[in-house]
């Protein structure tokens, strides 16, 4: 039927009902989908990831040949990726001794959410960073004694010393199958934390409250952080950057090099990796194979059901957006308990007190104590865990779990000694990809401190 045999009331109806599906087709694709479905796996020319898997290995040195602008440094805390990257394969995690001590600054009112990390090495001595430099930069701000005026009454009060500074250890993660995570939409992720909700909320008006509450969403610029322990990165382009500038003090077209704490004005070289190094160097490492879920014999098949019972699914979620067995969510929760009344417990009571004056961290931004849903997927070749590697077991990583996981702590411990097993077993077939490359040169895992 041509239009123009239509009324004019006829081609508006029509008009009508076209619009009309459209939006019901937006409203679904909105609330019912988790946008494109993926239909293969990150890829890129054999040419580019070689060309990435030398620099991802490559010993950086000073004025090194490779670069572009003056090479390692001036601080960084390893002369190559592959030297913290290298459990179960080239690509892993790393053990404890190549954490790092990140901090954040809550002391200047021009800059009141300062972040980093005290890099462990640096090309100048005079640069070297330590603790008690970072201290020294921004000490204790001391006790006072405020008087307010409310009428004709005035009142005094005294503010204790608050100390500015707080830090963690940081532990390095595998970048297995981090090429898929970079696929997720962040349709998919924020769909999720809404359903979860609803359904919580729906729950609640039951008078039924012992489930995980709801993680964050963190949106930083690009869209919902899905990369590093904070959700800082929403793309992993951001995160190999970041990780280039603040890791091996390798400037990139995006992020220059980290600047000495006790330099801020260091004027940083030209970009080390120019732009072909560096799409190659991001080619690799979104091409590194993604771990896998090893064949379950019956004991394993219980113990994954157990998983999901026990509540373990709810944050550590099997599949997101098209992307199977990753087990996360990628939303921020609080993994400790609160400090006692009375007691010190800086990653919860981390704010100043207001009559500092000092500016607060706005609402988006992680408190220290909430930490990204890691993915599991290969957990069972990257021991020790938690964010900053405290648990040396699976089962210690459990009984860690406390603050908005401890209702499900509290059913794992419930569980039978043998159910306990079923489970952890369970865990034991995540495994890192069995066709993960090996180092080319083992000993580049001793490098970092030479």
Same mark, same amino acid.
């Given at each position: ?47 580019? &990831? ?9 010993? *950086? ?39 790092? %001590?990140?901090?954040? &600054? %809550?002391?200047?009112?021009?800059? @009141? ?11 100048? !001595? ?12 921004? @000490? ?39 090429? *898929?995570?970079?696929? &997720?939409?962040?349709?998919? &992720? ?38 590093? *322990? ?19 003090? %390798? ?44 064949? =379950? ?54 704010? !100043? @007190? ?16 909430? *930490? ?48 306990? =097993? ?10 890192? !990809?069995?066709?993960?490359?090996? %180092? ?11």
């Amino acid at each position: 039927m041509r239009l123009s045999h239509l009324s004019p009331s006829g081609v508006r109806r029509l008009v009508g009902f076209g619009f009309l599906g459209i939006t019901v087709v937006a409203a679904y694709w909105s609330f019912f989908t988790d946008g494109f479905p993926i239909l293969w796996g990150p890829s890129a020319s054999a040419s580019e &990831i070689a060309e990435g898997r030398e620099l991802f290995e490559h010993e *950086w040195t000073p004025n090194d040949p490779l670069a572009h602008g003056d090479g390692l440094g001036p601080v960084f805390n390893a002369r190559s990726c592959a030297a913290c990257h290298f459990q179960g394969g080239l690509g892993g995690g790393g053990a404890t001794e190549h954490n790092v %001590l990140s901090y954040e &600054i %809550l002391s200047r009112l021009d800059d @009141p959410s300062t972040h980093g990390v005290v890099h462990n090495f640096s090309t100048d !001595p005079q640069t070297k960073e330590t603790l008690g430099g970072l201290r020294r930069l921004h @000490p204790i701000i001391k006790s006072r004694t405020v008087v307010t005026n409310t009428g004709q009454c005035a009142m005094s009060k005294t503010i204790p010393d608050f100390d500015p500074v707080r830090t963690e250890t940081i532990q390095t993660t595998a970048l297995f199958g981090v090429g *898929w995570i970079d696929l &997720i939409s962040d349709r998919a &992720i924020l769909r999720h934390a809404r359903n979860r909700g609803i359904r919580q909320a729906a729950r609640e008006m039951q008078l039924e409250f012992d489930d995980v509450p709801v993680g964050r969403v963190r949106h930083v610029r690009g869209g919902v952080g899905k990369f590093g *322990w904070k959700a800082q990165f929403a793309t992993l382009s951001e995160f190999v950057a970041a990780a280039c500038a603040n890791e091996l003090g %390798l400037g990139t077209p995006t992020v220059a090099q980290a600047k000495p704490l006790s330099m801020p004005q260091h004027s940083a070289s030209a970009p080390d990796l120019d732009r072909k190094q560096f799409r190659s160097l991001v080619a690799f490492v979104k091409t590194l194979p993604k771990p896998v879920e090893a064949e =379950a014999d019956q004991a394993t098949a219980h113990g994954k059901k157990l998983f999901a019972t026990t509540g373990c699914a709810v944050c550590h979620v099997p599949d997101m957006g098209g992307v199977k067995i990753v087990y996360s969510d990628f939303l921020l929760y609080t993994l400790e308990d609160p400090p006692p009344p009375g007691s010190s417990g800086d990653r919860y009571d981390s704010e !100043p @007190p207001p009559e500092l004056l000092l500016p607060t961290r706005s609402e988006n931004e992680p408190k220290p104590a909430e *930490w990204k849903t890691p993915p599991l997927w290969g957990v069972a070749d990257s021991a020790p865990y938690l964010h900053d590697g405290s648990a040396p077991t699976l089962h210690s990583a459990i009984m860690k779990h406390q603050g908005d996981a401890k209702t499900v702590t509290e059913k794992f411990k419930a569980l039978s000694a043998s159910d306990q =097993a079923a489970l952890l077993s369970f865990l034991g077939t995540l495994k890192a !990809p069995p066709e993960a490359s090996q %180092l080319s040169n083992p000993a580049v895992t001793r490098l970092a401190s030479r």
